[in-house]
């Protein structure tokens, strides 16, 4: 993340992340900074800047951690449009995302209240990634709500632990293991050009799945003892092979990396989020549960070592580049809805992120699986995405007809 930020020479809102809440009723603007305040003393890894005075990249913290504030009134004048409201927070959401990319000027995070119209706000905290991962936006803005309210916050579960817990990894038994996974691995899965520096423009296309191939999907997984998450990889890794003309793939999968046996590491506010590889081999004789089988094996043999940077398996594996694709099963916790039962609620949650490689599908759990495909449109068109969106929901209907589940 820091090398990206390093060799972009104009000024670009990659790998930043912004979180839009929309608020109807009573709000205090004075309290809700003052509630921000509170929140990021909690966490000062937030305010983190970046140096490389010491021979090599650090990340500190100052001892007066503190996040800019901003304040605008769209519903001051009534000579302005809908249009123009639009337009007007469009411009200062993108210079706040644009504003936390410059990590030369810390801090890269940042928090904007807007005021839409009477008792309507839109509240956004927009960040680098490198400071916070989307797990813990949600977390995060629970708890500046809740100060807001005035209640009482339990001791912050400290960034410290998982930097120490990270420190203490085997590195050499990590190596080994993702060693073993992409043995034999011939090339690289691109889509895009190889080597390419700069990403293009970036667009994003939105689709939600049916509810009877949604509810296939999640019996499917059930039937074969795996995950929803696996049977959307199984997918994704089929939709490559139709891209690439490969049957040895490989791409980009987004894990937690908040570990189990860390205390409290579900509630910590930082960046645990890594991105490894995920391999599948997929012959003529291949079925359903035979890929399904191999990602999940794959999954329980490199569980323990997600934690290892990719810049690190590229160098154990032999590769400068694996791949160009991600895919991502997100499933954040937070929900709209009444606040405290104080008159404030959420009628609107929206996010908005961008990554260098030039295909990324991001897949949403519910009811109907929601999928987000954000693309390089200097490598494909909006109709080439359309196409892919289009095979990998027939995909997923002919894997759970496969398997008997439809």
């Known amino acids: 993340l820091l090398y990206h930020t390093q060799t972009t020479t104009t000024p670009t809102d990659l790998y930043a992340m912004q979180l839009a809440v929309s608020l109807r009723g009573p709000l205090d603007g004075d309290r809700l900074h003052k509630a921000v305040r509170t929140v990021v003393a909690r966490h000062p ?19 007066d951690p503190a996040a800019p504030w ?43 209240l807007i005021r839409e119209a009477v008792d309507q706000h839109r509240f956004v905290l927009t960040n680098h990634h490198i400071v916070l991962d989307g797990w813990s936006l949600p977390v995060l803005a629970g708890e500046i709500f809740a100060s807001y309210y005035g209640q009482r916050l339990p001791a912050p579960a400290s960034f410290r632990r998982f930097v120490t817990w990270l420190a203490e ?28 520096q700069r990403p293009g423009p970036r667009a994003t296309t939105t689709v939600d799945v049916s509810e009877d191939i949604t509810g296939a999907v999640t019996r499917l997984a059930r039937t074969c003892h795996t995950t929803v998450n696996t049977v959307l990889q199984a997918a994704w890794a089929q939709v490559l ?51 399904l089988e191999q990602l999940q094996v794959a999954h329980v043999n490199t569980l323990e070592h997600q934690h290892l940077a990719l810049s690190e398996i590229h160098r154990a594996t032999g590769h400068d580049q694996l791949f160009d694709t991600l895919f991502v099963c997100e499933n954040y916790p937070m ?39 954000e693309f390089d449109t200097a490598v494909f068109t909006a109709a080439r995405i359309d196409k892919v969106i289009a095979r990998f929901t027939r995909l997923l209907s002919a894997m759970s007809a496969d398997a008997g589940d439809a």
């Open 335 to 373: 929900r709209i809805g009444a606040l405290y039962g104080n008159g404030l609620e959420i009628t609107d949650i929206s996010g908005r992120e961008s990554t260098h490689y030039p295909l990324v599908m991001v897949a949403q759990p519910g009811t109907r699986l929601h999928l987000r495909v």
């Open 70 to 112: 901003t304040y605008v009134d769209c519903a001051a004048s009534e000579s302005f449009s809908q249009v123009d409201r639009d337009a007007t927070i469009e411009q200062i959401c993108a210079e706040e995302r644009i504003a936390v990319c410059d990590l030369r000027r810390p801090p890269a995070f940042r928090t904007l």
């Open 241 to 291: 092979t139709w891209l690439t003309g490969h049957h040895d793939v490989v791409f980009g999968t987004a894990v937690s990396g908040r570990p189990s046996d860390l205390a409290g590491a579900e509630s910590m506010v930082g960046l645990f989020i890594n991105t490894v590889p995920v391999r599948a081999t997929i012959a003529p004789t291949s079925t359903v549960a035979d890929l």
């Open 169 to 196: 990894r085997d590195l050499d038994s990590a190596r080994r293991a993702w060693q073993d996974a992409l043995s034999g691995l011939d090339a690289p899965t691109l889509v895009g050009s190889p080597g390419a």
């Open 45 to 63: 890894n937030l305010a983190a800047y970046f140096t490389d005075a010491y021979g090599e990249p650090v990340q500190a913290i100052p001892a």
